[in-house]
T-cell receptor, first 114, second 115 residues
Framework: GQQVMQIPQYQHVQEGEDFTTYCNSS?????IQWYKQRPGGHPVFLIQ?????EVKKQKRLTFQFGEAKKNSSLHITATQTTDVGTYFC??????????????FGTGTLLAVQP | DTGVSQNPRHKITKRGQNVTFRCDPI?????LYWYRQTLGQGPEFLTY????????KSRLLSDRFSAERPKGSFSTLEIQRTEQGDSAMYLC?????????????FGQGTRLTVV
């Protein structure tokens, strides 16, 4: 079945350092979404990428979707303590021309030391 | 609060008992998803509905699991003859869907502990 892997599993940074997490799918995706889950919380939507090679920015966060639509990355510039949490990518799975479900990646836990 | 609501928030049950969870999605959302999440893992897809129709169910899901969404509104997830391996957070999410999937809104989850 379709698998979505993320690396690294865990990243510890000093506040102000940059952070990147990478997402790889075993199959071509129709779209990719990114979610953030704070400790003890539920996943919260950050962004969706649809087009091959697409790049989107949200303040200090930069999201990329690979040309082959099988990988993606999230880069955070100058991390802050509020960035702490687990970042999940979620690939859209297509069936019959429609994207029916999200397959979540394994997640990257980000710890930020003040 | 117009977000996704799940009840109960916590459930402790003895092995072998049946449990049922409820999810109330955002009212105008036609798609509803159930996921299961264990510590340190990403949400694992269980099943999803478009309106009242259950369109897909994970092959990983045993016959002890069943979900319904009568009238395309709230949904229930039942686990029969619970096992210790069923202990997890059960997450419900809803979204607007036609063709491409849109942003999914998650509920707070129901944490199940089987003792």
């Amino acid at each position: 079945g379709q698998q979505v892997m993320q690396i690294p599993q865990y990243q510890h940074v000093q506040e102000g350092e940059d952070f990147t997490t990478y997402c790889n799918s075993s199959t071509t995706l129709s779209n990719i979404q990114w979610y953030k889950q704070r400790p003890g919380g539920h996943p919260v939507f950050l962004i969706q990428l649809v087009k091959s090679g697409e790049v989107k920015k949200q303040k200090r966060l930069t999201f990329q979707f690979g040309e082959a639509k099988k990988n993606s990355s999230l880069h955070i510039t100058a991390t802050q303590t509020t960035d702490v949490g687990t970042y999940f990518c979620a690939g859209g799975s297509s069936y019959g021309g429609a994207t029916n479900k999200l397959i979540f990646g394994t997640g990257t836990l980000l710890a930020v030391q003040p | 609060d117009t977000g996704v609501s799940q009840n109960p928030r916590h459930k402790i049950t003895k092995r072998g008992q049946n449990v049922t969870f409820r999810c109330d999605p955002i009212s105008e959302h036609n798609r509803l998803y159930w996921y299961r999440q264990t510590l340190g893992q990403g949400p694992e897809f269980l099943t999803y509905f478009q309106n009242e129709a259950q369109l897909e169910k994970s092959r990983l899901l045993s016959d002890r699991f069943s979900a319904e969404r009568p009238k395309g509104s709230f949904s229930t997830l039942e686990i029969q003859r619970t096992e210790q391996g069923d202990s997890a957070m059960y997450l419900c999410a809803s979204s607007l869907g036609g063709g491409r999937i849109t942003e999914a809104f998650f509920g707070q989850g129901t944490r199940l502990t089987v003792v």
